[in-house]
């Protein structure tokens, strides 16, 4: 969050944009999320483009960062924006998140969690999730099950 700090240094707790990239996980039925630190709720998995950094090299930077695994054919299932992302820390932080969401169904690497920003991570059968799940994430864990469930067919 290099970026976003030195932005929050001069403008406060006011609201910023924040690109960001998320990714939902979903295998064998399964998603895989994880419990945040900062607020207790599940969420994708992902974060805020560094200056320069695409996409791409973003949700294959966060990945590594947050889950220690690197992502096989990642799809876009869309870009989110408006008032549905808008968030609130819990330090009181604004932000407009402009995302851009991935479904991976494969990945490399050993599952292990950043205990710095995840405390737990799950899997959950994509029929059965849980209720206190990160504001900014509904619409893009709704649109990846529907995408998932569509290619199943």
């Known amino acids: 969050m290099g970026y976003i700090s030195e932005i929050r240094k001069k403008v406060g707790h006011d609201p910023v944009f924040m690109p960001a990239v998320g990714c939902i996980i979903i295998k064998d039925g399964k998603m895989l999320l994880q419990k945040r630190t900062d607020n207790?709720?599940?969420?994708?998995?992902?974060?805020?483009?560094?200056?320069?950094?695409?996409?791409?090299?973003?949700?294959?930077?966060?990945?590594?960062?947050?889950?220690?695994?690197?992502?096989?054919?990642?799809?876009?299932?869309?870009?989110?924006?408006?008032?549905?992302?808008?968030?609130?820390?819990?330090?009181?932080?604004?932000?407009?998140?402009?995302?851009?969401?991935?479904?991976?169904?494969?990945f490399e690497g050993e599952l292990k969690a950043d205990l710095d920003e995840v405390l737990e991570l799950k899997w959950f059968d994509i029929?059965?999730?849980?209720?206190?799940?990160?504001?900014?994430?509904?619409?893009?864990?709704?649109d990846a099950v529907e995408l998932y469930k569509k290619n199943l067919k």
């Open 127 to 142: 029929n059965d999730l849980p209720k206190n799940i990160n504001k900014p994430d509904t619409n893009s864990i709704h």
């Open 40 to 106: 207790g709720t599940w969420a994708v998995h992902g974060g805020a483009l560094d200056l320069g950094e695409t996409y791409l090299d973003a949700l294959n930077r966060e990945l590594k960062e947050e889950i220690n695994i690197k992502p096989i054919n990642p799809v876009v299932i869309n870009t989110y924006s408006g008032e549905n992302m808008h968030f609130f820390y819990p330090n009181k932080d604004e932000v407009y998140v402009v995302s851009v969401a991935y479904l991976v169904q494969d």
